[in-house]
């Protein structure tokens, strides 16, 4: 069991490499949440510039690790818009390397294997403020990702949703965004709570959206 005080140090150095790869305009999403249940980790950038009719390919890391495992991934994803306007719809393909990691000694086991991927985007107004929505699949542990996002005009505060599952854990995230710097910043702090299939804990956690 890791001693919680290196836990901190690591979601701490996990924090400022986000933020310097942010400042340094190399990623475009950074996303770090942490509870006693479970730490996960985003990075996003897209690689060349973006317009409604073509976005940009993406390429992205990922890192949870919860009581009994640890997952990560490093892909990318070519995307197509299939509609433009003031709302749109993006869906993406493409593949990476997965690797899960067991946690559990009375059943250890480590995997590392290629993956396909499917991803789909939805954003547009709504009413009172704007949303956005993600669906992703990767055929590596069967795991799938359904994430959404509501944004009201003119306030620094905004919610999210998020149901992730892999093989072996299932997590249901609802929390807030807080525009740290008011509207219009780029820097979000999260909190919210994180239910598995044994416990509901708190979260908190920094965010970064440059797209």
Do not use: K
């Not at 996990?14 to 340094?24: E, G």
């Not at 749109?88 to 493409?94: D, F, L, R, S, T």
């Amino acid at each position: 069991m890791t001693h919680p005080t290196f836990q901190h140090l690591g979601i701490a150095a996990a924090l400022f490499c986000a933020a310097a790869s942010a400042c340094a305009g190399v990623i475009d999403y950074a996303q770090v949440d942490t509870s006693s249940a479970a730490t996960t980790v985003v990075l996003v950038s897209a690689i060349g510039a973006s317009t409604e009719a073509r976005p940009a390919p993406i390429v992205s890391a990922t890192y949870t690790r919860w009581d009994s495992g640890a997952a990560a991934g490093l892909g990318g994803v070519y995307r197509w818009a299939l509609y433009s306007g003031p709302h749109q719809w993006v869906v993406g393909a493409g593949a990476g390397i997965n690797n899960f990691r067991s946690r559990d000694s009375a059943a250890p086991q480590n995997d590392t294997a290629a993956s396909a991927r499917l991803q789909s985007e939805w954003s547009g107004p709504a009413p009172g403020g704007n949303y956005y929505a993600l669906a992703q699949a990767s055929s590596f542990r069967r795991s799938w990702l359904v994430a959404g996002q509501y944004n009201p005009s003119g306030w620094p505060v905004g919610a999210d949703w998020a149901r992730y599952h892999e093989r072996g854990y299932q997590a249901t995230t609802l929390g807030a965004h807080i525009a740290l710097g008011g509207t219009g910043s780029r820097w979000f702090l999260r909190v919210g709570a994180t239910h598995t299939d044994s416990e509901t804990q708190p979260f908190i956690g920094l965010a970064y959206n440059g797209f």
